[in-house]
């Protein structure tokens, strides 16, 4: 079956593109097929990230916080944000809204079936599932298909269990959020809590570790319960949500036009989009969606080249993970060091690939030079298989 685009796994990126797709008057009628293994009616995990001002999913915003706070040993820090609010949705609403907005159109078919191929021949791309082929002018995918090897030496796992916890008493302060708590026992890597009130008897609570390997189960609640019992004094609550992630943070290449597939467009996770010292996705899900976009429409190609600055981020991103893999600094020291000493917004407008080279340089200053330089060097050095 022939349509103009289909996209290939109906998560984070999939629905934020067809979202956008629909919402443009020029690409009105595209025939766009949506393929996933399962249908979207699960709350399997929940997106925080950071935004000036309104954006395109402002009414399923579940909530959103203007002050933060990071604690390391012996240090603590409450922040509030000029610029940016720190926003929270909740997978099912966001899956739900797009879902619901795409029932109106008849050129989006829905299926769901197990993707096993995509490529691209004579300017076309091919799907092939477990049931059937199909085929389109693009295929846009985020399904694994494509991802690079990853392994311990270049990768770290961001692991997480979070639990949405309900109170007895109104203990919560809603407008504060803990972004990092990192006084927790750092035996294992990088280990933070989150600490995110939605209202002042519930909030989102995620035990979070930078490391290279996961925990046995048992791990997360012995440290979830500890953390809401010893640290945040809390007795009688009821667990109303839980939810289990494994974000990879590599130094690996992943490529946004899969080699010998000139049709097949990666995007999310998959193209590269997850950044890798920090594992946030979203809101560059987010930026590429609008770049993909504004090229579908003017007949452009849509795979946006990676420019000079997505390059230089890419290489802090990977110098900061060898610096932890190297084992030179943890992750708890760097950033209580970064949370010390730089202002939290430019933390944030740097994590976020927004900042200028003034602020990189701001950054790069208040952390320690040798440990950076080398890995830095190291990273330069490993840069010969390119990324498009
Ligand atoms: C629990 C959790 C919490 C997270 N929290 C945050 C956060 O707070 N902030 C943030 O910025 N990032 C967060 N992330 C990271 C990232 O934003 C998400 O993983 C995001 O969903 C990535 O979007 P994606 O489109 O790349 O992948 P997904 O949303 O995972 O979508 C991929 C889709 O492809 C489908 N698929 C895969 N393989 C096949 C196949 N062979 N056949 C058919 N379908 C297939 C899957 O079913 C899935 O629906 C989180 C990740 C997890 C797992």
Redesign the pocket.
Known sequence: MQFDYII???????LSLLYSILKESKLNGKKILV????K?IHN??????WEKGEGIFEPIVHHKWKTLEFLSTNFKRRFHLKNHYYKMIRGIDFYTYVLKYAEGFENVTFKY????KIESENGYAFVQ?NHSRYSAQYVFN????FHPKMDIKNSLLQH?E?WVIKTKDDVFDRSVGTLMDFTLNQKNGATFMYVLPTKPNEALVEYTLFSPELLPKEAYKTALENYIKNDLKIENYEIQHT?????PMTQAKFSRKPKRASKVIN????GG??KASS?????F?QKNTIAIVDALKNNKQPAKRLTFRDEMYQWYDRTLLEVILSGKMSGKDIFSILFKKVSPERILVFLGNESSIFDDLIIMTSLPVMPFLIAGFKQLGLKKDKQV
């Open positions: 290939a796994g109906s998560g984070c990126s999939g393929l996933d293994k399962a979207k399997d995990r929940t997106w925080c990230y079936e197990d993707i096993e599932t985020s399904t694994g298909l997480f979070g939810e289990f992630g494994v974000i995007m999310g996770t998959a989009f997850t594992g946030y996705t979203f809101q899900i």
